[in-house]
């Protein structure tokens, strides 16, 4: 059983700067690292969407053109861990997060968090 645990989230205002962690841990105690592992969100009255990916290598990280250059994902092996580092948040980053993880980048994901709230106030 995979299980990945968000933390990070919060409230902030305007332009200011969150991190938030997700680590990903077996319940058999087996070594499991995603070949992919990526960030969601999804708003209050809206479809879930794919907010950064990144691969094994963490070379090429993708982003919603939403995020791009706001946003940065990387990732520790070592650690089975992923990070989102949000700069310059806007009122419409506002929803909750979700880490994934899984073989490839797409929007279905084996594996899910439980997510974490962030609110931006303007």
């Known amino acids: 059983q995979v299980e990945l645990a968000e933390s990070g989230g919060g409230s902030v205002q305007a332009g200011g700067s969150l991190r938030l962690s997700c680590v990903i841990h077996t319940t058999d105690g087996n070594h499991y690292t995603p070949y992919c592992m990526s960030w969601f969100r999804q708003a209050a009255g809206k479809e879930r969407e794919m907010v950064a990916g990144a691969y094994i290598s963490g070379n090429n990280p993708f982003y919603a053109d939403s995020v791009k250059g706001r946003f940065t994902i990387s990732r520790d092996n070592a650690e089975n861990s992923v990070y989102l580092q949000m700069n310059s948040l806007k009122p419409e980053d506002t929803a909750m997060y979700f880490c994934?993880?899984?073989?490839?980048?797409?929007?279905?994901?084996?594996?899910w968090g439980q997510g974490t709230l962030v609110t931006v106030s303007s």
């Open positions: 994934a993880a899984d073989t490839l980048c797409t929007q279905q994901q084996d594996y």
